[in-house]
């Protein structure tokens, strides 16, 4: 019996000794856990709080950043305390159970002796950054009632000055007049919007006062002041290069330097501070020659003294004032006229560039001076300004379309892709987009700069991606350049009476005299109604004087896609015969939210939706649909080609006759139909009649495609446009 008694406690003392490591697990588990708040939040939500300088969002923001990270330190905890356990199960018959039970329990200790100083350094930094929270807001308060004196005396001034350079004076200091200059001297890692994060306003914890400044930052820019004002205007940005890129060293000693010119029109305060510390902080100060900012008259306060304050401090950025306003297009002149530079690099006043961007732009220029080199283009947004990447396996090339002659984006075709030997290779573009590129500053000049009789903004983009290819230089994005551009859905500026024809002007004016008789794809649109679109002789005998090929030429060479649509037989309306109510009806498309429409309106003559393309294979086109028919319904969806699918979308039409819209797939005509129960006709396919007005239309003549200005010299200034030039770099 009292054998049984001996090994009985003997059992109990050895399962205690079992259990002792296990309970200090367990007490580790609930004292890490208490940290952690009892919140099971993704710290991405968290972290998306509002921080605009008061103790109780600053402590929610910072405390996820707190959380999250004791958080994935316990988890490692867990893991590596599980893995040496597991790892440990040979060895344990060597050593007592006591001893493993000893060893674990010290190392327990140890990991929370580390935890314990790790909050206690949070904690710490939390202080720090309430403390800088309160005196940014009250900085705010003292910059706003400063700022709004210094604006009665530089109001007039900013309006009234003359066309003047002002070279900064060389400092590296920051004085700070608004909130932003402050909260960029927080702590850099736990910053909003650092490394192009999002910062994300939750408009339900404003106050009034901030509610008002929230909605006034969109009202006047069209874009998140706010959230903008929320970021340091010295943030960090990702490298988003690829990796070949990276890998690249350039000769600093060999390449050009270049004059950045930025033009602006009452742009916001922490937009633009971004944009020039951008430039400023991430490109070589030996290729750095100079910042040339040209402010087109505006009247915003912070615009006037204030950033003569601040741009002195800076150094190498030189402020233009327009004495009125001028338009993106002339105040590029202005800047170009006084810049320096070996090269000229354009940027607009919401940008941010990454490191690296502007080696590849200058050493595209220095392998042939003739290359204009565009940085791929990444997305900032303009809700949260998080900076959003596009890989380069799927990068764009600038195009445009037909019907407006505006620029657009487009995949890049598949001749320019199977190309590139690798993602870091120059990609040939047929446009650019006009407001980020680097050019050789002579070649400028002698490629005639830009359209003088141009206004304002608009088309000048086309206009010199035309008069580059054709007349012998080259486009290529540079995947190894990466420039953010915040892209607004709407311009917030007003330009007055008259400004919505500026663009069908300034477009007109580019039709003339590069585009030849394609020009009339884009006449027909607007029903040939060019109103005044000023002298462009001068353009004119430019094109003369520098040997430039026809458009067709371009079309044939640099952007053969859009030979599709510049091959049309016929663009126009398309009128039925047959009168309804006294009215005449034309074949009408539009395009809604849900899809693309077809019907029949009455003709109005002015263009825009009742303009059709007839292909010469037979598709009648609206913008980029194609009238589709099945033997069922007749739609408008996207052209689908000459095989499978297309032949719903052939059609055919002949002048004489009975003037009937064939569709040879099912054997059936194009009607206009119509009954007394009917309050305007519609549109079906039924069984061809003869001499039925009912399925007669007309359609516009036959449009003339040929060269009317033909090649000037037998070989023409121009190259191929997938030429293998590579950077000329030292690995």
Known sequence: MSLVVWSLRRLVNYRVLLLIPLLWFAVAL?????????????????????????????????????????????????????????????????????????????????????????????????????????????????TEESTTATAKTTTGTTKTSSVTA???????????????????????????????????????????????RFERGWKENAFNEYASEL?????????????????????????????????????????????????????????????????????RPHLGRPLEDYLAKLGRVRLLRNKKREGLIRSRLVGASVATGQTLTFLDSHIECTDGWLEPLLQRIRDDRRNVAVPHIDVINEDNFGFFHVANERMVVGGFRWNTMSFSWQSMPQRIRQNLSSLAQPVPTPTMAGGLFSIDRSYFDELGRYDEGMEIWGAENLEISFRIWMCG???????????????????PYSWGEGSGDVLKRNTIRMAEVWMDNFKHIYYRQFNNLLGDYGDVSDRMA??????????????????????RWGNSTRIGVIQSFRLVGGDAWCLDGIRRQGGAEVSLQRCHNKGGNQVWTLSEHGELIRETDCLHYNGRALTLVACQGYGGYGKYQSWRYEDTGDRQIYHPATGQCLTLRHTAAMSQPGLSVESCRERDQSQAWRLPEVLDLSDSSPDLSTDGPARAVLEPLMPNVVE
């Open 231 to 299: 970021i340091s205007v010295q943030r960090r940005l990702q490298d988003y290069r690829p990796k070949d890129c990276r890998n690249r060293k350039y000769s600093i000693e060999q390449l050009p330097n270049t004059s950045v010119i930025m033009c602006m029109h009452n742009e916001a305060w922490s937009v633009l501070l971004r944009s020039i510390h951008s430039v400023l902080d991430r490109a070589p100060p030996a290729l750095l020659h100079e910042i040339i900012l040209v402010d087109d008259f505006s009247n």
């Open 166 to 212: 002002k070279t900064s004076k060389t400092s590296t200091e920051t004085t700070p007049t608004t909130t932003q200059q402050v909260t960029s001297k927080l702590p850099t890692p736990t910053g909003p919007g650092e490394l192009g994060a999002s910062v994300v306003v939750n408009k339900q914890l404003l106050d009034q006062r901030q509610l008002e």
């Open 473 to 491: 230089g080259r486009i290529e994005i540079l995947p190894c350049s990466i420039i953010g551009h915040v892209f607004r859905t709407r311009s």
């Open 542 to 563: 430019l094109r003369k004087r520098l040997n430039c090929h026809s458009f067709r030429w371009y079309l044939e060479h640099v952007y053969p896609e859009q030979l």
């Open 30 to 142: 609930f004292l890490i856990g208490s940290h952690n708040g009892g919140s099971d939040q993704p710290v991405e939500d968290r972290g998306d709080r509002l921080l605009d300088g008061s103790k109780d969002d600053v402590d929610d923001s910072v405390l996820g950043s707190i959380r999250e990270a004791i958080r994935l330190d316990k988890e490692r905890v867990r893991a590596e305390l599980w893995n040496a356990d597991s790892a440990d199960k040979s060895r344990l018959t060597k050593k007592s159970r006591y001893d493993v039970a000893s060893a674990i329990d010290a190392d327990i200790r140890n990991r929370m002796a580390k935890l314990k100083r790790k909050n206690e350094q949070f904690r710490q930094r939390l202080a720090d950054l309430r403390k800088a929270a309160t005196e940014t807001t009250t900085a705010e308060e003292t």
